[in-house]
């Protein structure tokens, strides 16, 4: 096992390497130049050409990785064109944020995913199946922002329950465990919550209803186990498969929605990476996408570690 | 425990009666079994794919999908009702008083817990001991089924072992409590030729020492022939043909015996050419209204598909399901 998480933990190293790549390379895939973001169109010539030696723009390609990675490794990302201020700091702060709601979408449907998705499995044919099924049905395929909007209609402005903008009364930002807080969170977090449920339940379903197939559960019958152990064996069984979906669902939570997170004015990755896009921020842009996917390489290790943790077959070399 | 003298049969089943509900309407696969079986004694089950063996089995162990299948008939074990016990009952005599080894142990074996941890659950499961002794009693059951270095083995799971060692696994398992009925169900056709032989020979070394009754399942006759003290052969879910295995075996009283001895290369035989039964077995959603091997049979006439032909007692424990079948005097040539 700890031979297997050493061999998993190396070969992270190149897939990240890889990241940083994609995300270097990015620069020199976007139309048009780089520079146009930071000076107009009509600017000097001699004061494009001294920008760009002072971005490194004028060495060789694989001069400008090397430096670019050596500022990565240090924890510079460099400045935000738009706003001047280094991008590590907005972006933690919008990780930070899209987090709350990360957390939250992935407890509320999680849990909801496993019960519905482990309750249509156990009684597959039946009536609670073809709820269940429904219900996931309509998750996965209602446009959430459309949900979200809904939501702020009925809740925040038809029946006014619920705050539908920001973090905090008045567009403050920072979070704090206040009521105002979660009142805040409530319905971003709960329109985030339903593609994973859907997703969750599916996935958990298709895989409780195949290890019920298994003849080891009549074996298990068979040796006299009643409902509880053997139910217990069918968890044990069904985990490494849910746990690598969980993971997969929460990397995308942790992307951040650009939809949900500007229909509710909440300021995560999805909001910076709007911005990002619009201003043609690419130190900012850069940044945040090497953030989401070095996280998300980060989270694949852990599920790998932990399907290997439950499934004694997956730890075979 | 009630009704433990001596001539009580262990197990007594009458008019056993299974079917499925599937797609294509209901399927008939146990068609009226009756049988006792004394403790200590071994019965073979032979017979074609689908003609209701692993069926049976699972009949007696009440383990069929409740919602499926329609049963009826009984099936007493140690004088119980199987299917008027509650079954929370079930449960207790399920692995203690009748165990199964499955045909498959890869499959029939939980891939994420170890050899000793599924062991000892059965054990604790029935015996209620500390979870650390039902270890140590598995250790002793890897011993017992001939599991080199069984200490290691413990830790393993079904993955890391060969499918001798797995399947001795099984046995063991299945052995646990000191069943008075194990069930084995083609235990060997899924290993490899001499593997076969060594499980064989260690059920029937277990059965000996155990004095456990077995029910075996299996395709090949030279099993049969060595293993069991009395044979049935099963076609469409009913018993053809039932007797003592040198009975059976050697003058078998039913043409699909007749056919299926022909069609199966054993012991003596090998080197004959083989000659399979011509035709299907019978579509069990809609089964001839007399004899269900008439279609196949060469010696079929009109008393034969008139009505299924009933049990025929040649002697006391001898019994073929065929209108030709005469007691032994008055047989014609
Ligand atoms: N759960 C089930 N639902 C529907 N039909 C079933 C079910 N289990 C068994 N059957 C049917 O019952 C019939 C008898 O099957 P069974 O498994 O007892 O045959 P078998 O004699 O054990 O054959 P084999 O030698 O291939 O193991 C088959 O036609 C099978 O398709
Ligand atoms: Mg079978």
Redesign the interface.
């Known amino acids: 096992m700890f031979a297997y998480i050493l061999r998993r933990i190396l070969y992270i190293v190149p897939i990240a390497l890889g990241v940083t790549l994609l995300v270097f390379a990015l620069v020199h895939i976007a139309p048009g130049d780089p520079l146009n973001a930071v000076v107009g169109p009509d600017a000097p010539a001699e004061v494009v050409e001294q920008l760009r030696r002072s971005y490194g723009f004028d060495q060789p390609l694989p001069v400008q990785y090397v430096i670019y990675l050596g500022h990565v490794l240090s924890g510079d990302l460099g400045q935000s064109v738009a706003t001047g201020r280094p991008v590590i700091a907005d972006l933690g702060r919008a990780l930070g944020n899209t987090l709350i709601l990360s957390v939250g979408a992935a407890i509320v449907g999680f849990t909801s995913g496993i019960l519905l998705g482990a309750l249509a499995g156990w009684h597959r044919g039946g009536f609670i199946d073809r709820l269940a099924t429904l219900l996931t049905l309509i998750g996965v395929s209602v446009p959430h922002y459309w949900l979200g909007m809904v939501l702020v209609i009925v809740m925040a402005v038809e029946l006014n329950l619920l705050p539908a903008m920001g973090m905090a009364p008045g567009g403050a930002t920072g979070w704090g465990f206040t009521g105002a807080h979660l009142a805040h969170a409530v319905l971003p977090v709960l329109t985030m919550s339903v593609i994973p449920m859907g997703i969750v339940a599916r996935s958990v379903r298709a895989t409780v209803a195949e290890v019920l197939q ?3 559960v ?9 409902r509880g ?1 053997v139910l217990r ?1 069918v968890v ?2 069904v985990a ?1 498969t849910v746990v690598s979906v969980l993971g997969l669902q929460f990397g995308y939570l942790l992307g951040g929605s650009i939809l949900i997170e500007t229909v509710f004015s909440w300021p995560g990755t999805g909001f910076l990476l709007n911005e990002a896009i619009f201003k043609r921020d690419l130190p900012l842009l850069q940044g945040t996408i090497l953030m989401l996917g070095l996280f998300f390489v980060l989270l694949n290790l852990l599920v790998d570690i932990a399907q290997a943790a ?4 997956m730890r075979r070399s | 425990m009630p009704d433990q003298t001596q001539s009580a049969p262990l197990l007594s089943v009458s008019g056993l009666t299974v079917s499925f509900k599937t797609e294509r309407g209901t399927a008939s696969a146990i068609n009226g079994v009756d049988f006792d079986l004394k403790r200590g004694e071994v019965l073979c089950l032979l017979g074609e794919s689908g003609s209701g063996k692993s069926v049976t089995l ?1 009949a007696l ?1 009440r ?1 069929l999908p409740e919602r499926r299948s329609r049963i009826a008939g009984k099936v007493l074990l140690n004088g119980e009702d199987v299917y008027a016990v509650p079954e ?1 009952r079930m ?6 008083a009748i ?2 080894v ?1 045909q ?1 142990p890869m ?7 170890t050899i000793g941890h599924q062991i000892a ?2 054990i604790v ?2 015996e209620g001991i500390a979870f650390a002794d039902a270890e140590r009693r598995a250790l002793d059951l890897l011993e017992r089924v001939q599991i080199p270095s069984a200490k290691r083995r413990l830790k393993a ?1 079904p ?2 072992m060969s499918g001798g060692m797995r399947q001795r696994a099984m046995i063991a ?2 052995l646990s409590c000191n069943p008075a009925l194990l069930l084995a169900d083609e235990p060997t056709t899924a290993l490899d030729a001499t593997v076969q032989m060594q499980i064989l020979l260690l059920l029937r070394q277990l059965q000996a020492e155990l004095d456990m009754a077995v029910i075996l399942v299996t395709h090949d006759i030279g099993v049969a022939a060595e293993t069991a003290d009395r044979v049935a052969v099963m076609y469409a879910g009913r018993f053809v043909e039932l007797g003592t295995a040198r009975q059976v075996l050697k003058d078998p009283q039913h043409p699909y015996t007749a056919g299926l001895l022909a069609s199966t290369v054993h012991g003596n035989m090998r080197g004959h050419a083989l000659e399979a039964i011509p035709g299907a077995p019978p579509d069990l959603t809609n089964l001839p209204s007399g004899c269900a091997y008439a279609p196949r049979c060469p010696h079929a006439d009109a008393h034969c598909t008139a009505a299924p032909p009933s049990e025929t007692w040649l002697e006391p424990g001898r019994m073929a399901r065929c209108v030709r079948a005469r007691v032994p005097a008055a047989a014609p040539v």
Not at chain 1, 310 to 313: F, G, H, I, N, T
Not at chain 2, 91 to 96: A, F, H, I, S, V
Not at chain 2, 107 to 113: E, F, G, Q, R
Request: glycine share 6%.
């Open positions: 298994q003849e080891f009549q074996a298990l019958r068979a040796k006299g186990l009643g152990p064996h044990r069984n490494p439950l499934d004694p077959r | 699972r162990m383990l929370r449960e207790k005599l399920r692995g203690k165990s199964m499955f498959e499959l029939a074996l939980d891939p994420v817990y659950e059965t499961r029935h799971y993955h890391e398992l299945a």
